[in-house]
């Protein structure tokens, strides 16, 4: 089992930066493929970023290509989304998720194992 604490939410202004950790405990997620979804009040929860568990591919929701970066600290067992030049589109609840095996794309929610519990990202124009 592999539970997931996420942090570093808040209220920000428009063009603003914020970085979200997610930290890791039960298992290190050294073999884990690691990501990040959102999601929107009255919106299906949708992918934003994802990494391989060896770091050689990383992927991004076109929305956010250029302004979000996924990273890990695998020593610290956590993972990072640093966020920048932010809109107001950004605004939702930031899901972490870890996943032993992604096979049919990192953006179906369903090939991630474990969740945690969301922080919320709100971004003021």
């Known amino acids: 089992q592999v539970q997931l604490v996420e942090s570093g939410g808040g209220l920000v202004q428009a063009g603003g930066s914020l970085r979200l950790s997610c930290t890791a405990s039960?298992?290190?997620?050294?073999?884990?493929?690691m990501g990040w979804f959102r999601q929107g009040t009255g919106k299906e929860r949708e992918f934003v970023a994802g990494q391989s568990w060896n770091g050689g591919g990383t992927y991004y929701a076109d929305s956010v290509k250029g302004r979000f970066f996924i990273s890990r600290d695998n020593a610290q067992n956590t993972v990072y989304l640093q966020m920048n030049s932010l809109k107001p589109e950004d605004t939702a609840v930031y899901y972490c998720?870890?996943?032993?095996?992604?096979?049919?794309?990192?953006?179906?929610?369903?090939?991630?194992?474990?969740w945690g519990q969301g922080t919320q990202v709100t971004v003021s124009s």
């Open positions: 998720a870890a996943g032993k095996r992604i096979y049919n794309g990192y953006d179906q929610k369903n090939e991630w194992d474990y």
């Open positions: 039960g298992r290190s997620i050294s073999t884990f493929s």
